[in-house]
């Protein structure tokens, strides 16, 4: 493609089109973008952004399993911790993050969001050093708290950091790609923990966890404040017409970017829009049985194995993670349109790894292990219902909320989920389990009311007529909603 804009446009509702066309500039004009160039655009994103966005949720989950291999090496005795007290400082992170969910829904729309992330990471990293200084369970209840407050944003605004640079059919594998740090964390963290339960240090090596990874977190926050842009226009590793490309190839589905404005209209759309409540409820029920990610350490521990035992027969379950979410996002791949379908049939996997911790006997040494590991994949669940959000929602202020509410309901499982986890009923975790097998089996007729509600609505529009010429202008660059856009249409 030469690089003077080309004046012509061209619709084509297949697919594989939508990648080589993007949308009009002002006015009449438009852009006709080269299928080569939009991908050599797309390779770019993918160097700069994708990176950024996969270190800063690695530095978050790597600070949440810190406290399960700190539990390991002597942080539960030193503490003094009993019964359900440490239950607690895991269902306190999340009443922080439940607290901070309904401001950073409205400072998401209002803030330019990149530059509110970066702030926050480094604030949270300086509040998980703090915790090696907690000596009580108070006071290490308080730093956790203040933790979850730091953290409630990030995820939902990278929801929408993806919707902002790439398009719906992109979104599974990028999202993977970020959410496939969850399990790369649990597999550097433990072998960290590992290599310094070996270390002869001036503090407790649990506490040099924490020092470690707030520093590693805030580090990361700088590097995301000056090299992530706000957004394709002003991209600093793209040229002029590469900027033109990205911007226009989003305009196609009618993403209007980041904004920096409060939509009431958008609320009152949202508040009467099904998927966002059934987007909470996935939060829910996906959450609740996540405790046994947390708990897995110490069911391995009071198996009899020692605590560096306990660090490598759990770091595994990070790659276990990997391969699952991988294994959704091919399948993803090969049906680009049944992303429900497969979140369904991915839970069959922790089901299985939550039945086996029931029925096994406690003798059954690597059979409860690997009981642990799979009951604890829940990341390509989690990936693939983030990228039903990013792809099916619309519209910058709507978009806060709907993912506010997934994170809001995700603060909610986790807050009550852990509860029923008492370190008096180690390690069969009996009541724990129940609730978990539950959860899934109510997540299930969850996701088949969505994957309902998009069918439907998609029948409906495919019988109201839109003159497309008319369309392109009317959209271009503004900040429509799903509902607004008539030629929009969900992914199943």
Known sequence: MSTQAKTEFTDMESKRDDESKAGPQSGTLTVLIDP??????????????????????????????????????????????????????????????????????????????????????????????????????????????????AEGAVSPAFVTLTSIWYKKKEHPLRIGLWISCNGLAQIIGALMMYGLGHQNMAIDQWKAMFIICGALTAFIGILFFFLMPAGPETAWFLNAQERLIATRRMQTETEGGDRTDFSIPQLKEAAKDIRAYLSFLFGVFMTLPAPVIAFASLIIYFLGYSNFETMLYTSPAGAVQILFIWV????????????????????????????????????????????????????????ILLSLNASNTRGNTKKAIVNGLFFVGYAVGAICGPLLWNTENAPRYRSGLILALVSWIMFIPTVGVYWGSCVYENKRRYTVEVDIGEHMADVAGKDLTDKQDKRFRYTL
């Open 36 to 149: 080569e160039d939009e991908r050599r655009v797309r390779r770019k994103i993918d160097c700069v952004v994708l990176p950024l966005m996969c270190l800063v949720f690695f530095a978050q989950y790597l600070d949440k399993q810190s406290l399960s291999y700190a539990s390991v090496f002597g942080m539960i005795e030193e503490l003094h911790l009993h019964g359900t007290q440490y239950s607690w400082l895991g269902s306190i992170f999340y009443v922080g993050q439940l607290v901070a969910e309904f401001p950073a829904m409205y400072l998401m729309s209002r803030l330019p969001l990149v530059r509110f992330v970066a702030v926050i990471v480094i604030l949270w990293g300086g509040i998980c050093m703090c915790l090696a200084a907690a000596t009580t369970f108070r006071s290490f209840m308080g730093v956790r708290f203040a933790l979850g407050l």
């Open 328 to 383: 959704g996002i091919f399948l993803c791949y090969l049906w680009p349109n049944h992303r429900c379908a497969i979140t369904i049939g991915l839970t069959i996997i922790p089901l299985t790894g939550i039945i086996l911790l029931f029925v096994l006997p406690l003798s059954a040494g690597w059979g409860m292990i690997v009981a642990s590991w799979l009951a604890s994949v829940i990341s390509n669940i989690f990936s």
